[in-house]
C-alpha cells in the first residue's frame, strides 16, 4: 500500500487509470536537495510520459508531482507512530506511548523498528495530516487571508501560524526505567508556563502556573532551522530525533504539568536551558514507481542522516549563533542557569501588578518633578487619552511644542517619551522620539494626522513620520540630546499596532510595540511622556 494512504496524501492519490505508460517499477530516479516535476520529467524512462502518467483533466500535473514530492517521498510522521490521534496524544504529552497498561517495549516496538531500519537512511516530513485540512480551513483561514489554513498542520507544530523562531523543544519529567535521564543530557530548572500559550494540548482557555522551588528533575531539548537551509529541508527528521526516537531508544516520557510534550517554543513552558540537536543529510535521492495495471504512481527517498549534538553549549547559544536577531526573543524562553528566580519576579509583576520595585530596569517612577508629563497609558501605568480626539492630540501638540532648549539655547520640539515595564527587549524599556520636522495638521484627511493616535494605535509612516528624516529615536535621554547612538531600523502601517512597531537600535525587533485596540505585542505596560520645559 503506498504510503499516501496514510499521510496527508490520501486526499491527493495520483493515479490515473487510462495511463498509457507501461512500464511497471522505477519510471523516475534522480538525486539532490530538491523535488519538482523538471526534474521529475528529465529524469523518466523512455517510452512513458508526463501527459500518459497523470490525467491533468481535474488538476495539472505539476501540482500532482509536487504532492508527490512533498507527501509521498518523505516518511510522514504517522506511519512512524501508526495513525494520527496517536501522534496528536504523544505530543501533548500522552497516549500509549506515555502511559499505556501494555508493557512499554510493546508500544515501543514500531518506532524502534523504524530507527533501525529507516530513521538514519531516510527524508522525515513535517508532521501533517489530511484529518486537520478540513478543520483548519475553517478555523484558520480568513477572507483576507485563505492561505492562513490551508494546510492540515497540527497546532503544535503549526509553521503557517506559529514558529516564529524556527524552533522547537521538548521537555521530558521522566523515564520509563525510573533511572533518571542519561548522562550526557542535562537537566533544568522550569521557571513557569502560561497556558494560554497551547490551549488545545492542555484544553484550558487561559491562566498560568509557576514553578517557584524545586521540582522534578526535567530534560529539554530542541532544534532550530534556517528558512531555505539544509536544517530547513531535515527539519521533520530533527523533530524524529528529539522526540519519537529519544522516547523509544531511552524511555523518556511525560510533560511538564499543562503543557505539550513537544511543540514550537512559543508554546512551550519558560525553562532556564534546553540541549540543543541536529539532523543533517547529504543528497537525497528520490525514486517514483509506477504500477501499469492500477496507473498508480508512488514515491520515496534514501538519504544519509547524522543526527547530533550542536557545536554550541545549549539551545540558546545554538539559536544566537544562526538567528543573531533572535536572541532577546529566545532569552524570554531560555533564562539561562540561574534565571527562574527573575524571571518569576518579573512575570508576578506583570501579571499581578505586585510592584516591588526589585527589577534593576523596570517600574520606574517617572513624574513631573523629574520633568516629564504624564499623556496616556496602560497596564500598571494606567491613563486613557480624552475622548475628544482633538482636544487629546491639542494638549498632546502644545507640549511638544513648548519650546525646549538646546544646548545651544535654541528651541526645539520637547521630546517624547515611552517607557515600558513589560516589554520583553531591554532596548525598548525607554525610548526618545525626537521630531526633526513639523507635525502635519490633525485631522483625518489626505496629509493630516492625528498625532497622539500614531504614538497610541497607528504607528504609520505618512504623513512625515520617517526614521531619520522626520523624527529620530534613541535610547537614552543624553544621546537624544547629543544626537548620537540613534536607531537604524524601523517599519510601519501595520493598522492597530502603535510606537514602534518593530523598530530597533540596530535591526528590527518584534513584539514590542503597544496598541489600546489591538492584541499581541508585549507593551502592556507602559507610559507615554512628554518632556517638560520648564526643566528641558
Given at each position: ?290 504500477d501499469a495495471e492500477t496507473g498508480e504512481v508512488t514515491a520515496s ?84 487619552p480624552k475622548i475628544d480626539a482633538e482636544a487629546a492630540d491639542a ?110 537600535p540596530e535591526w528590527n525587533i518584534g513584539s514590542q510595540w503597544n ?22
Amino acid at each position: 500500500m503506498s504510503k499516501a494512504t496514510t499521510s496527508l496524501a490520501i486526499a491527493l492519490l495520483v493515479h490515473n487509470a487510462n495511463s498509457q505508460c507501461t512500464t511497471s517499477g522505477t519510471i523516475s530516479t534522480f538525486s539532490g536537495k530538491e523535488c519538482n516535476r523538471a526534474l521529475f520529467e528529465a529524469n523518466l524512462v523512455d517510452g512513458c510520459t508526463v501527459a500518459d502518467l497523470f490525467d491533468t483533466t481535474t488538476v495539472d500535473a505539476d501540482t500532482k508531482i509536487a504532492d508527490l514530492c512533498k507527501y509521498d517521498a518523505p516518511v510522514q510522521f504517522v506511519e512512524i507512530n501508526g495513525y494520527y490521534q496517536l501522534d496528536k496524544r504523544y505530543f501533548n504529552g500522552g497516549g500509549p506511548l506515555i502511559d499505556s497498561a501494555e508493557p512499554f517495549g510493546v508500544e515501543a516496538g514500531r518506532i524502534l523498528r523504524f530507527d533501525a531500519n529507516s530513521g538514519g537512511n531516510t527524508l522525515i516530513g513535517w508532521p501533517e495530516y489530511a484529518a486537520l485540512v478540513g478543520y483548519n480551513a475553517q478555523e484558520l483561514s480568513t477572507e483576507e487571508n485563505p492561505e492562513l489554513g490551508d494546510h492540515g498542520y497540527p497546532p503544535n507544530f503549526d509553521i503557517v501560524n506559529s514558529c516564529d523562531l524556527n524552533t522547537v523543544m521538548c521537555c521530558f519529567i521522566d523515564d520509563v526505567a525510573d533511572t533518571g535521564f542519561a548522562a550526557e543530557d542535562s537537566t533544568t530548572d522550569v521557571c513557569r508556563h502560561d497556558l494560554l500559550n497551547s490551549p488545545k494540548a492542555n484544553h484550558i482557555k487561559d491562566g498560568w502556573s509557576v514553578f517557584p522551588n524545586a521540582e522534578t528533575s526535567t530534560h529539554c531539548v530542541g532544534f532550530t532551522w534556517e528558512d531555505g537551509a539544509d536544517s530547513d529541508l531535515f527539519k521533520g527528521n530533527a523533530l524524529y530525533d528529539i522526540s519519537l526516537r529519544n522516547t523509544a531508544n531511552k524511555g523518556y516520557i511525560k510533560s511538564i504539568p499543562g503543557a505539550p510534550l513537544c511543540g514550537c517554543i512559543e508554546q512551550m513552558p519558560i525553562v532556564e536551558k534546553a540541549d540543543c540537536r541536529t539532523a543533517t543529510g547529504g543528497d537525497i535521492t528520490f525514486t517514483f514507481t509506477h504500477d501499469a495495471e492500477t496507473g498508480e504512481v508512488t514515491a520515496s527517498n534514501v538519504v544519509d542522516v547524522t543526527y547530533a549534538d550542536c557545536a554550541e553549549a545549549d539551545l540558546a547559544a545554538h539559536i544566537k549563533a544562526t538567528h543573531p536577531t533572535f536572541a532577546d526573543a529566545i532569552d524570554l524562553h531560555l533564562v539561562g542557569d540561574g534565571g527562574c528566580a527573575a524571571d518569576l519576579t518579573t512575570y508576578l509583576n506583570d501579571e499581578q501588578f505586585l510592584v516591588a520595585g526589585t527589577h534593576a530596569t523596570k517600574y520606574k517612577s517617572i513624574t513631573e518633578a523629574d520633568g516629564w508629563k504624564f499623556v496616556a497609558g496602560e497596564g500598571i501605568r494606567f491613563l486613557p487619552p480624552k475622548i475628544d480626539a482633538e482636544a487629546a492630540d491639542a494638549e498632546f501638540r502644545a507640549l511638544i511644542n513648548a519650546g525646549c532648549k538646546d544646548d545651544g539655547d535654541v528651541d526645539r520640539p520637547c521630546l517624547i517619551r515611552r517607557f515600558c515595564d513589560s516589554c520583553s527587549s531591554e532596548t525598548h524599556r525607554d525610548i526618545y522620539y525626537k521630531r526633526l520636522t513639523p507635525i502635519p495638521e490633525f485631522g483625518e484627511a489626505e496629509g493630516q494626522v492625528y498625532f497622539l493616535d500614531l504614538f497610541l494605535n497607528n504607528w504609520n509612516s505618512q504623513p512625515a513620520n520617517v526614521l531619520n528624516t522626520d523624527f529620530e529615536l534613541y535610547s537614552t535621554y543624553e544621546d537624544a540630546i547629543a544626537g548620537t547612538n540613534g536607531w537604524k531600523k524601523c517599519n510601519y502601517n501595520d493598522a492597530g499596532v502603535g510606537f514602534p512597531r518593530d523598530c530597533g537600535p540596530e535591526w528590527n525587533i518584534g513584539s514590542q510595540w503597544n496598541s489600546y485596540i489591538r492584541d499581541g505585542a508585549s507593551a502592556n505596560n507602559h507610559g507615554f511622556y512628554v518632556e517638560l520645559a520648564s526643566t528641558a
